[in-house]
Structure formats: C-alpha cells, structure tokens
Antibody, heavy 115, light 105 residues
C-alpha cells in the first residue's frame, strides 16, 4: 500500500513536493513512477525512479521542472514540481512497479494551482 | 511521442454480457501494452501487461490480445464492479496512455 501526502493549493510560480510512503517502509518493487491526471483527462506519465540506483527518467513535457527522489531508509518517494502553472492542476499518483508498468498505485494527491 | 487511441469512447452493456475494447498505437509497439481499470474517484488498477498477461489477482474474465499497433481488451460476463473506465498504455518508447473507454450500463 502506498500512502500519499495531502492536497495542496499553490500559486503560479510556486513549487510543490508530494510524498509517497510505502507501508512497512518497503516498496516491494524496483521502481516508483509518478503519473498525473487532470479532471476528465487521460493519465499522463511524469517520470520514474529506480529505487536501488536512484536513476531517474522524466517526461519531456516537465523536464527541467520535476525532480523525483527517494529515501530508502523510510520507504518514501518524492516528486517535486517547480514553476507551477495552472495546467499543472491535477491529481498526482505514485505507483510502484517497474520502469514500464505501474502495479500498485497510491490514492492520489490533488494539486491545485490558482492565483 | 507514440499516441494511443482507444475506441469506442464509451460502450453500454448489460451485466453478464461481454465488452470488447480497442486500442491503436500510432506506431508499432510490439506487445509492450498494459491495461488499467479506473473506477470513479479511485486510482487506476493494473490489469494486464505484455498485451495479454493478467496481473496477479485479476479475474480470468479479463483477457488481452494484439501486437504491433492493434490491441484488444475483452471483458466477458461483465459484473457490476467492472463498470469503469479502461486505459491502455504503451511502454515500448516512453510511456503514454490512451484516452480511455468508459464501460457503462
């Protein structure tokens, strides 16, 4: 089970950091992915992190604004998005699995960007 | 970017009937396709990978097929909990999702 941090309301230009904690501090997977979904829209891949090496890969659309990290000691992954815009408003999901598929999903974190 | 196009956008079926959902890739993705189910207000649920292999715990009424650019998810003998939106996702080159098919009563 993955437990995500609570909802966030941010102003344009601000940053947000969302956390994703694995129950028992163990993800039980090789990677953690981050996906966002605007209301009524398809999911959109943001990036992933390989838990062992810390290697990351990001979607071109958010490259330069997103950073995914992990803390292996606490079994927590983080997704930080900077220079927020209104179009970043969405539910952000973490998911444990591989770098290809998302096997176990967190409950989602709503991020609203509004002035 | 590989674009995944799903059809139909919605399909109406009765419990006990079958539903066939289609997903087309803008270029060949081999069999690197997964399917997810999303109920309202819930995160997606992982159903199928490798185009046809069911994830752990997924009932055998869910079956996937296809390769290259054409993929299908078939749900046989639909049950009430199966009414949801279904997304395909390719992972051959990057990761992209289809627009979804809503299965409704």
């Amino acid at each position: 089970q993955l437990v995500q941090s609570g909802p966030e309301v941010k102003k344009p230009g601000a940053s947000v950091k969302v956390s994703c904690k694995a129950s028992g501090s163990k993800f039980g997977s090789s990677s953690v992915q981050w996906v966002r979904q605007a209301r009524g829209q398809r999911p959109e891949w943001i990036g992933w992190i390989v838990l062992g090496s810390g290697y990351t890969n990001y979607a071109e659309k958010v490259q330069g604004r997103v950073t995914i990290t992990r803390d292996r000691s606490t079994g927590t992954a983080y997704m930080e998005l900077t220079s927020l815009r209104s179009e970043d408003t969405a539910v952000y999901f973490c998911a444990a699995g591989t770098t290809m598929v998302m096997q176990v999903w967190g409950g989602g974190t709503t991020v609203i960007v509004s002035s | 970017e590989i674009v995944m196009t799903q059809s139909p956008a919605s399909v109406s079926v009765s419990p006990g009937e079958s539903a066939t959902l289609s997903c087309r890739a803008s270029q060949g993705v081999s069999n690197f396709v997964a399917w997810y189910q999303q109920r309202p207000g819930q995160p997606p649920r992982f159903l199928i990978y490798g185009a046809s292999t069911r994830a752990t715990g997924v009932p055998d009424r869910f079956s996937g097929s296809g390769s290259g650019t054409e993929f299908t998810l078939t749900i046989s003998s639909l049950q009430s909990e199966d009414f949801a939106v279904y997304y395909c996702q390719q992972y051959n080159n990057g990761l992209t999702f289809g627009g979804g098919t809503k299965v409704e009563i």
